[in-house]
Every structure is written in structure tokens, then in C-alpha cells.
């Protein structure tokens, strides 16, 4: 900070040479395409004192088309973090014409820690994505999406976060693809062909919007290979279809296991292309039609959802007073298995970022946990 450098790359290539982090003061900053960061980076700073303040003092990135953005890496067995950053799109800031990006932030990382960043992709492409977890992941108190999604064919589909390994949503919001071409495909989590292990804890996960009789959307879809079923654990989340003629919380293709845990499965779409199983009360997808004889196996346990508007506000994140989400959480400190891995094997203090809301409101407020980013609190 005593000798700070003009440019973003000028900045990543110092720390490289030296091992240490970028610290980055608010403003805009160009990033050239596929290219590496192999260091942690820190936003919001104003550049005399340094001090900080995510919000109000925005660190921006913005990523002009090509095929992949940013793409955060490290060699040594150590954690990347990426925190305070502003991720966007050039034509989401400009408003011209979309670009063909495939990818905004790539993560090859051993673990990657996304933390209070926003990940805003402008894509017109045959797959869309905002993120690519290809390593284990940790997001919290983040916002990923797609804005404007403007595929070239109906075999096109946007996938908000792409995860083939470990990803932990905490806090957090993914919204799917949303788009006026017809009949295309749009999901907020998209479980990859490798062995995926899904955690969403007090999120907000969104299909996105898709016109058109063979519009589809779900909250999440999940691939993966019949040796290798993912595992997606989901509690105290806001699962919402999104709004397409066959729109579902989750599409599943293959066996697997899910453990959903008082979370608020809806849509105001929640039309289900696949067949609706109203099991445990709520709406979910679980089969192909004309496969009724020979279903994937699923291995789902259920407690205390429900499938209600969870009313809320403009930003799209906090809960309005009245809404069926407050207090209807779970107590996760309750539920060790959830959180206590993290420490023990990446020395991440899981319980102490979940037991506060994306607000810092400490959890839980009133009656109980509530469903959603969120933890109301009176005003
Ligand atoms: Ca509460
Ligand atoms: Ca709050």
C-alpha cells in the first residue's frame, strides 16, 4: 500500500513475484481475458488511508467478451480468497451489445473463498455462466447472476454457477439466466459431470426467466455420472422455481442423495415439466416423463419445508415483516455435520459465518432461524 500500482495486472503481477495479496482502492478496473490471478484479492478501499468500506467504496472489474474472465488459480496448497470485488460484464455497465463471454470468474483454486462480491455476467453465449467452480468453493454473502442472457440457439443454456466439486453457498444469492428468446434452458446451480457436493445454507437460488411452450428453468439441476451422484444438502434456503412453462426447484438426471432441511421450495411458475411429486408438502421434480418404469433413484430426506411466496423486498433479498420465511429455520448450530468440517479440514470457522445474516444480524432473531439470507430483525 505504500507504493501502489496503476493498474489491476500491475498489482496481481507484484504480488505474484513477492506471494502476497492485492489490496485494490474503489474504482473501475479492465482485466484482459483469460488471464490468471494466482493471489488473493481485497476491494473497497479509497486509495489514501486505506481504509475500508465494501459498499459505499466499489472495487469494479469489468470484463470485456472472449471465453473465460478471470480466472483465479493458485499452485500452492493454499486458499484464494477474492473479497469486496465488483465482477461485471462490459456490456451489463454499457449497455451494448452482449458479449460472447462464457465464463466471468473461472476458480481452479484448492479452495476458493468468494466473500461479499458480485459476480454480474452480460452474456450472449451458448452456455452462459457467471461462475466456474472447478474446485472447492466457499460464497458468502454474495451475489451471482446473469443479466440479459441472449443465446444463439434453443440448445442454449445459462448456467449461473457451474459447480463440479465442493461448493458451500452461505448468505448468498444465484439467479438464473433471464432472456426474451424462447424455449431455451436456464438454471441457477448446475451440479457438473464430476463428483459434485452441493451445500446451500440460508440462500436464495432463482431458475432465472425463459419464455416459450419449451422454456425451461429450475433452481437446480443436477448431472453428474450414475458412479458418482452428487450430494446436495439444502437448508434454510429460498429455492424458487423461476418463471418458465416447465419451471422446477430441482431437475435431477441421475440417482442421488439430497437432504433438505426447512427451506421454502416455490415458484410462481412452479409448472414442473417433469412429473410433480407433492412429497413432504412441497413441489419438487424428481422424474423424466415416459420413465416412470425405470426412475433414477433418489435418496431425499425432508423436514419442515414449505412452499410459500417468501415476500420479498425490492432488492430482491430481505424479507418483508409477514413473510412465512421468518423463523421457520433451522437451528444449524444444532447440526454440526454441516458446519464442523470446515474447520477441521480447511480451518474455516463455518459456524461463525452462518450464526450472522448477510446484514450482520445475528442469527437467530425472535422465535427462531429464519429461511433466506435474511434474518429479520423489527424495525
Ligand atoms: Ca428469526
Ligand atoms: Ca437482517
Partial sequence: ????????????????????????????????????????????????????????????????????????????NIPIVLEGLTIVGEAVLDGSPPDTLTSYLVLFADLAVISQDRILAGGSSRWARALDAWGPTLVVNSEIGIEGFVPETSDD?????????????????????????????????YAGDLMSVITVINSLVTGGSVPGPRGRTAAIYAAGVKVFPPFVTVANSIIDSGQSARAGGFHLMVPWFMLLLNSDVWGAALTCYYDMILDFGIPMCLRQPGQLNRPPVVWTQAFDNISADPLLAGD??????????????FDLMTYPDLWLPWSQIYGIDLAQLISQDIDGDPRPQDWGWDIGPDEWVPR
Avoid at 159 to 188: E, F, H, I, Q, W
Avoid at 316 to 329: E, R, V, Y
Fill in 316 to 329: 430482491g433479498i430481505h424479507l418483508l415483516d409477514g413473510s412465512s420465511c421468518i423463523d421457520a429455520g
Fill in 1 to 76: 500500500m505504500a507504493s501502489p500500482k496503476r493498474t489491476f495486472a500491475a498489482g496481481v503481477a507484484t504480488a505474484t513475484l513477492s506471494g502476497k495479496a492485492v489490496y485494490v482502492a474503489e474504482g473501475d478496473y479492465s482485466w484482459a481475458i483469460d488471464d490468471y490471478v494466482f493471489v488473493s484479492v481485497y476491494g473497497g478501499y479509497e486509495p489514501i488511508g486505506w481504509t475500508r468500506d465494501i459498499p459505499s467504496q466499489m472495487t469494479r472489474l469489468v470484463i470485456p467478451g472472449g471465453d473465460a474472465g478471470l480466472i483465479a488459480s493458485t499452485l500452492q
Fill in 157 to 189: 443454456l445459462a448456467s449461473t454457477v457451474m459447480a463440479d466439486r465442493l461448493l458451500v453457498l452461505v448468505n448468498s444469492t444465484v439467479r438464473g439466466g433471464s432472456t426474451t428468446t424462447p424455449n431455451v434452458t436456464s438454471y441457477g446451480i
